[in-house]
């Protein structure tokens, strides 16, 4: 099965940046999607942005403009989320994704904190 290991995250300024990666290991061949989910205090979790093994990407309405999911392209098993001009409203607990075939794989969790 597919492990993932987060990266990245912790505390910035209101218009900042910060990027996350989150590699995974194993059965990397099975992954057909990668993406990044967020849950802030009190709310559900949400996606914020994912992308398919061939490039397709989306992104939340709150985030668009604002924060690109890539992967990388020589190992496949990488994946980025690059967050800028970033909100307080943006603070969460951050999780990486990957669909393995049908089955999800959750990252640790990693804080993402934007202070006013």
């Known amino acids: 099965q597919v492990q993932l290991v987060e990266s990245g995250g912790g505390l910035v300024q209101a218009g900042g940046s910060l990027r996350l990666s989150c590699a995974a290991s194993g059965s990397i061949f099975s992954i057909t999607a990668m993406g990044w989910y967020r849950q802030a205090p009190g709310k559900q979790r949400e996606l914020a942005a994912g992308?398919?093994?061939?490039?397709?990407?989306?992104y939340a309405e709150s985030v668009k403009g604002r924060f690109t999911i890539s992967r990388d392209n020589a190992k496949k098993n990488t994946v980025y989320l690059q967050m800028n001009s970033l909100k307080p409203e943006d603070t969460a607990v951050y999780y990486c994704?990957?669909?393995?075939?049908?089955?999800?794989?959750w990252g640790q969790g990693s804080q993402v904190t934007v202070s006013s």
């Open positions: 994704n990957v669909a393995e075939g049908t089955v999800l794989r």
């Open positions: 992308i398919t093994s061939g490039g397709t990407t989306n």
